[in-house]
């Protein structure tokens, strides 16, 4: 198995080189691949002057996030692509912990793993919850879009994420219409169609928290306009066998709006927040959703509705076994 690290940049040279030292320095060897949207600054210039070690592909105009992420992909070479925005990084065993983890179950087409969000100094802010017991925690295809419908199967961010190349070209890749506004998340819900999902409960990712972020430059209604288009995909997706206990579309939307109003008032965005508001975030249902997604996420999803789990620990490294059978609420 080969993987290929994409490293998708824009004018952030000083904060590229942490990325591209972070893929270089892997404990196994890895295919590095800088995917540049046409920057102004010295980039082109440092990454060829690293020679063979790196791939460079320079887009002639700026075309954006998704669309330079997506040349990165086609000229990457590996089975599976390691995504790596430019102010991200890497811990230096992340490529072989998703490979192990990978080899050990053929059907998976999706990997994720711990995030440590950081400031600009790399002091920790925060990470993203466990997921299930053990090192690798496997989830079916069918329970997936379920899962992510209520928040219990958190892919995360780029730098959290890999995925079979060849599954990343059959769905298109990155939709360059919303350019860092869930970009991402649309990728996921289209890749995980094709095969099962791997969690790793160990932090392999850094995520660096700034102003200077893609994702700043949106409104928190835009964002919740988008996530409710992503929610509106994940619903069409859910496997049938989930369907006797769905939230209804409705309901979904209102519970997406409902997360966000609270985002709005913790962050004391109150013009924002006005805006959001309307009869749907009374809703009961809204409430019981999002709070037992919360719950759910805190307990380690002890009590979702995702069912036939699999897990790999070290005593068991060459010995795949179901460990979870959870019955339906």
């Not at 824009?10 to 949207?37: F, G, M, W």
């Not at 002091?123 to 993203?128: F, I, K, V």
């Not at 965005?269 to 759910?296: C, F, H, N, R, Y």
Request: charge should be neutral.
């Amino acid at each position: 198995m080969k993987f290929s690290v994409v490293i998708s940049t824009y004018n952030r040279l000083d904060l590229l080189k942490r990325a591209i030292n972070s893929a270089l320095n892997q404990t196994i060897p890895c295919e590095v691949v800088v995917a540049d949207d046409c920057s102004a600054d010295e980039t082109e210039v440092y990454v060829k002057s690293l020679g063979n070690s790196v791939i460079y592909h320079r887009n002639e105009v700026n075309k954006g996030h998704a669309a330079t992420v997506n040349a990165g992909v086609t000229k990457a070479s590996g089975d599976w692509i390691k995504f790596l925005d430019d102010d991200d990084y890497l811990a230096p065993n992340c490529i072989e912990e998703m490979a192990k983890a990978i080899s050990l179950h053929s059907s998976a087409v999706i990997c994720s793993c711990i995030g440590s969000q950081v400031d600009s100094n790399e002091q920790e802010l925060s990470r993203t919850p466990k997921v299930g017991p053990g090192l690798a925690f496997y989830i079916p295809q069918a329970d997936i879009h379920y899962g992510m419908l209520l928040e219990l199967v958190p892919f995360g961010t780029p730098v959290q994420v890999a995925c079979c190349r060849d599954t990343f070209l059959k769905t298109g890749g990155w939709n360059p219409q919303l350019d860092a506004n869930c970009d991402d998340i649309d990728s996921w819900i289209s890749i995980a169609q094709f095969g099962d999902a791997i969690f790793l409960n160990q932090c392999l990712a850094y995520r660096t928290i700034w102003t200077g972020a893609y994702n700043q430059k949106f409104s928190l209604l835009k964002r919740l306009d988008t996530n409710i288009l992503m929610k509106e995909k994940i619903y069409a997706l859910v496997d049938h066998k989930h369907s006797s206990y769905l939230p209804s579309l409705k309901n979904t939307r209102n519970y997406v709006k409902l997360h966000w109003l609270l985002v709005a008032l913790k962050r004391r965005q109150l013009t924002e927040l006005l805006k959001m508001i309307d009869g749907g975030i009374l809703s009961p249902i809204a409430w019981w959703v999002l709070v037992t997604a919360t719950l759910s996420r805190r307990l380690n999803y002890r009590n979702s509705h995702l069912n036939k789990f699999v897990l790999i620990d070290d005593r068991e490294a060459n010995n795949v076994s179901k460990v979870w059978e959870h019955g339906k609420a």
